[in-house]
């Protein structure tokens, strides 16, 4: 699998790393996002939405507690989950997971690993380590489709 690593030193670099990435992003992407706690999965998350064209009048804040928001560009829909407060494999059945996956919105989904074998078989994998202060390293890694999204990266 074929990975790549982003030095990120600041917030306007996150901005600028999601404006790189909804550029070649397409319908029925996914992205999942992990990394510990106030990483910046939910600020990237952020910035990717605005790149891709959310309005401001659709807040793009953490799904923490309602695990799915549901945002429209004038292109698709963006479900941006967050699996954090799930506690069984059960659970991402009931939320209807893969009916997201496989559809034609794209998904952006923070603690994305959080059920290690339950991963869609095509997506954009973003770690993020938080070095110090502002600086992050995001490792990327891509399967399927998301193996062509780095490539454009
Ligand atoms: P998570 O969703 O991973 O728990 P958040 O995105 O909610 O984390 O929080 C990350 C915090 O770190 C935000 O307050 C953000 O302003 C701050 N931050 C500082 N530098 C950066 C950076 N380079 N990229 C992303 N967030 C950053
Ligand atoms: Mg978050």
Request: charged share 30%.
């Amino acid at each position: 699998m074929k990975q790549l690593n982003f030095s990120i030193v600041n917030e306007s670099d996150t901005v600028d790393f999601g404006k790189r990435l909804a550029s070649v992003l397409k319908k029925g992407d996914v992205v999942g996002l992990s990394g510990d706690l106030g990483a910046g999965k939910t600020f990237l998350s952020h910035a990717i939405c605005r790149a891709l064209g959310v309005p401001e009048s659709q807040p793009v804040n953490s799904p923490t507690f309602t695990i799915i928001n549901e945002y429209h560009c004038s292109r698709f829909p963006v479900y941006h989950m967050d699996l954090y407060r799930l506690g069984e494999p059960d659970e991402l059945y009931d939320l209807g997971i893969w009916e997201y996956y496989d559809g034609d919105g794209i998904c952006i989904v923070e603690w994305f690993d959080k059920f290690d074998d339950l991963w869609p078989e095509e997506a954009l994998m973003i770690r993020i380590h938080l070095e110090d202060g502002e600086k992050r390293t995001f490792e990327i890694r891509g399967v399927g489709r998301g193996k062509e999204i780095l490539d454009s990266l």
